[in-house]
């Protein structure tokens, strides 16, 4: 059986870690750069293409 890797299993860092990357992503001046980032390194989801 096999389990999904995220955020929450990251023993390295503190849950206020992760709440403070989430915040700051939401308020960067590029929102498109900012969710791709959590997208790839914190919620290990795919990227979403601009257009398919």
Do not use: K, Y
């Not at 206020?16 to 790839?40: F, K, T, V």
């Amino acid at each position: 059986m096999g389990q999904t890797a995220s955020a929450a299993h990251n023993l390295f860092l503190s849950a206020g870690e992760l709440a403070a990357d989430e915040w700051r992503a939401s308020r960067s001046p590029d929102e498109e750069i900012a969710e791709r980032e959590m997208r790839q390194f914190v919620w290990c989801l795919p990227v979403l293409p601009n257009c398919w």
